[in-house]
């Protein structure tokens, strides 16, 4: 019989399963943990880059920002697996050289072994806009793994089951909708720790889309690097033509990416953003990642930023554009299509692609918008220094009346582990 | 540590340690003797003054301050805020004549009173209300501003306080912002300074009009509620307030009424009343000391006390969800407040600088200690209003 080493089955965090090789020592101290291994070895070609991108994102698993606590799962060991905070990590890279590197991890162990309770914090409200949309005709929700147990809402103990389940392609999310409108409330749920990737917002970076943790990056260039935010349901990289975003989403009942191409155009003459140029990171937590990415049109060097913002379980991703002068902005279907006005009451919120089955594309502005419903472009009426707008795609789960309840109120989440 | 210390309405402080190498030279030139009636100024990065010039490093500043002690030949130096330019604790002041007896605007007693004794009287003073007040008391300037801003009901929300600014010296009904730190608004500037988190992702503030320039800090909240009053009773009229909760749990609840008798033979028959519910809803909210420690250098140039203020940190349930902004992009939702003091370091490469009353310039900048650590600031009572419509006025008492 062969037993399987340690090696495949380790996965910090973010981290893949299959990169962290073998684990060598393991130490106890009380409720603090320690725990040391040696990277799988690289084979040659980029070797030293590979070997720099794990290194990154074993540092990055201590970055103090965004989230205190890690998942550590060993796959052969479980009675390692658990949740671990105040990590701090070592790496010996005097091997990199040689195709490998030494890391050292220790941290405090929650109690609770691998099921610690997650506190889910929120607090929110309407999205400005200027639809006439009132606080009451919005759905404020809050998504977390399917595979969740023991989950209190934060509202009432009555209704704790998820109003829908959206299957990702990194795992299932319930999507719980509050009856109450918004408040500050804390959720509670328990998660196993293989579950708490799934359907995360995830920023993935590099030629291989390895995992981003913290907010550093190992590569800001955003024209020539490959980026990529998204939460298994939806997510944003650039398209093969420079300049133009790439929006890919999840049908319902299907796995298949349906890629929709988006350009970008602003200031009288319709001056078309051409290239993208750094590639940051805002925020990095499993319910949301936020990134901004710098913009540019032909030789112009005038300041123009896109924040992308991902959150778990949500169809759309999230834009805001801005830029210092009254120029923005037109979102345009490319190639053009025929498109369909989105409204609420007098106002146009968004466009619909017109022909063809569901999953259809769509876009929503909160603020004053003019649609071109021949080529499928829809501009800010009057231009200025901001725009908000949203992409993904309706199916036969999520129609375009949810799409925009869940979009025009912002219910802003962050998690927390407690102890038992 | 070189520091300084802005309060709303006082005088604050302001000190200075000089290096035990500062030369002869420039100690010899401190001492009171010579010095006797001088201001400090302090410039956010140091400026030549020979080509700058008096006036215009004033212009520059982002503090002013009275020179009123010393300790040692290079030891620290020290004063108030330019407040005391109207009278200090000890009534030295410009002084105020007796006999003000009449009814005028707001803006009209400050001209009277010459509360501006740099550059005639701002016009940004509100006309309106108009006071009737009559005294025969003679009292240093402050004095009397702090007895009319009493009349008029001043509150930091109302615009009826008044600040110096201390660029210019002249009387102004909105704290000065330095204009070259802060990042000019693209529009109207009605973006106000907002307090978040220190973990918050920064935005370039000056990109959309309405947007707020954020300062990254980390919040200290303190809460008492020893004097929580369920119900006031003067002379035979008993006011009761329904929150807080009817009484403290264990026993017989009705045993454990928080009541307070009020005893103030100023009170006119028929007014009892009012006054009970007020004094019932003053004592109805937590008292709430909010404070932001921050690195950010040029929080004093942004931040002065009396200034509207955002804040917002859920999880020390500083948020009102009825004003959305938009920040880094994502949304926010500040509570509205204002600044009530604020104590920042003196860091590395500010400038200092003394001016003489013959405005001869001493520039200290080669020779303080600089502060380090965190700067710190104290805040008034916000306004909060709730989606589920209660409204909750929260905060220090005395600022209610």
Not at chain 1, 67 to 92: C, F, M, N
Not at chain 2, 44 to 50: I, T
Request: proline fraction near 6%; glycine fraction near 10%; charged fraction near 20%.
């Amino acid at each position: 019989m062969t037993t399987t080493p340690l090696a495949a089955g380790i996965r910090l965090g973010r981290m893949p399963y299959g990169i962290l090789g073998n684990l060598e020592t393991l130490e106890f101290d009380g409720e603090g943990l320690s725990m040391s291994g040696r990277v799988a070895p690289v084979g040659d070609g980029d070797r030293v880059a590979t070997l720099a991108v794990r290194r990154e994102q074993l540092l990055g698993l201590a970055s103090p920002w965004d989230t205190t606590t890690q998942p550590i799962i060993v796959r052969d060991d479980p009675s390692i697996t658990g949740h671990y905070a105040d990590l701090s990590v070592r790496t010996d890279i005097d091997h990199m050289g040689s195709g490998h590197f030494r890391w050292q991890l220790s941290g405090r162990r929650l109690l609770g072994r691998d099921v610690p309770g997650h506190e889910l914090h929120q607090v929110g409200g309407l999205r400005s806009n200027s639809h006439a949309v009132l606080v009451g005709s919005v759905s404020p929700w809050a998504a977390i793994p399917a595979a969740a147990t023991e989950f209190f809402s934060g509202e009432s103990s009555a209704s704790s089951t998820f109003d829908l389940t959206r299957v990702s392609d990194t795992g299932s999310v319930g999507f719980y909708i509050y009856a109450t409108g918004f408040n500050r409330r804390i959720a509670y749920f328990v998660c196993p720790p293989e579950n708490h990737w799934d359907g995360a917002a995830l920023i993935t970076l590099g030629a291989s889309l390895h995992p981003v943790t913290g907010r550093q990056v190992w590569d800001s260039d955003a024209a020539t690097n490959s980026w990529r935010i998204g939460n298994g349901l939806v997510r944003v990289s650039q398209s093969a033509t420079a300049g133009e975003l790439l929006v890919e989403s999840i049908g319902v009942a299907n796995s298949t990416w349906t890629p929709e191409n988006y350009s970008l155009r602003y200031d009288a003459a319709g001056s078309l953003i051409t290239a993208f140029t750094t590639f940051t990171v805002l925020v990095n937590t499993p319910e949301v990642c936020s990134v901004r990415v710098g913009m540019r049109a032909g030789a112009n060097r005038h300041r123009q930023l896109l924040d992308i913002t991902v959150r778990r379980g949500d169809r759309l991703a999230e834009f805001t554009w801005r830029t210092d002068e009254n120029l923005l902005g037109r979102v345009s279907h490319d190639p053009a299509e025929a498109a369909t006005d989105l409204t609420v009451g007098a106002a146009t919120v968004g466009i619909r692609e017109t022909a063809g089955a569901l999953p259809k594309w769509v876009i929503y502005t909160p603020a004053a918008a003019t649609t071109d419903t021949v080529n499928g472009t829809i501009e800010r009426t009057t231009q200025w220094p901001s725009f908000p707008f949203a992409i993904g795609m309706t199916n036969a789960t999520d129609s375009t009346d949810d799409l925009r309840k869940y979009y025009l109120g912002v219910n802003e989440c962050w998690q927390s582990l407690v102890g038992r | 540590m070189s520091s300084v210390t802005e309060v709303f309405g006082g005088v604050g402080s302001w000190d200075i340690d000089l290096h035990p190498d500062t030369p002869r030279a420039v100690t010899q030139r401190l001492e009171m003797a010579g010095a006797g009636y001088a201001c400090v100024i302090i410039t956010p990065v140091r400026v030549d003054p020979v080509a700058v010039g008096a006036d215009n490093i004033h212009t520059a500043s982002i503090y002013a301050g009275m020179y009123r002690h010393r300790t040692g030949r290079a030891g620290s130096i020290g004063g108030p805020g330019l407040w005391a330019y109207l009278g200090n604790e000890q009534g030295v002041g410009p002084i105020v004549g007796a006999g003000l007896s009449d009814t005028r605007t707001y803006r009209a007693w400050c001209e009277s009173l010459d509360l501006d004794p740099f550059i005639g009287t701002a016009s940004t003073v509100p006309t309106s209300p108009t006071i009737t007040w009559t005294t025969d008391r003679v009292m240093t300037r402050r004095e009397a501003l702090e007895i009319l801003q009493e009349l008029a009901g001043s509150h930091p929300f109302n615009g009826l306080d008044l600040h110096i600014d201390h660029r210019t010296m002249t009387i102004v009904s909105e704290p000065p912002v330095w204009g070259v730190f802060a990042p000019a608004p693209y529009n109207t500037p009605v973006a106000y300074p907002m307090f978040v988190p220190w973990w918050t992702p920064r935005h370039p503030g000056s990109l959309v009009a309405g947007q707020h320039d954020m300062i990254r800090a980390r919040f200290e909240i303190e809460e008492h509620v020893e004097d929580y009053l369920y119900q006031s009773i003067i002379g035979a009229t008993t006011s009761t307030n329904a929150v807080p909760a009817y009484a403290y749990p264990g026993g017989s609840p009705a045993d454990v009424l928080q009541q307070k008798y009020v005893q103030d033979g100023s009170i006119p028959a028929g007014s009892e009343s009012t006054v009970g519910v007020a004094e019932v809803g003053r004592h109805a909210a937590a008292e709430l000391v909010i404070s932001a420690y921050t690195d950010e250098r040029d929080l004093p140039a942004r931040v002065k006390p009396g200034a509207t203020v955002a804040l917002y940190d859920p999880e020390n349930n500083l948020w009102d969800n009825t004003s959305p902004r938009p920040a880094g992009g994502r949304e926010m939702w500040p509570t509205f407040t204002w600044a009530q003091s604020t104590r920042w370091p003196v860091r590395a490469n500010m400038g200092v600088y003394i001016r003489f009353d013959d405005d001869s310039i001493l520039n200290l900048s080669d020779w303080y200690v600089p502060g380090t650590g965190d700067a710190q600031v104290t805040f008034g009572a916000p306004m909060q209003t709730r989606v589920n419509g209660v409204v909750s006025q929260r905060g220090l008492r005395s600022q209610l």
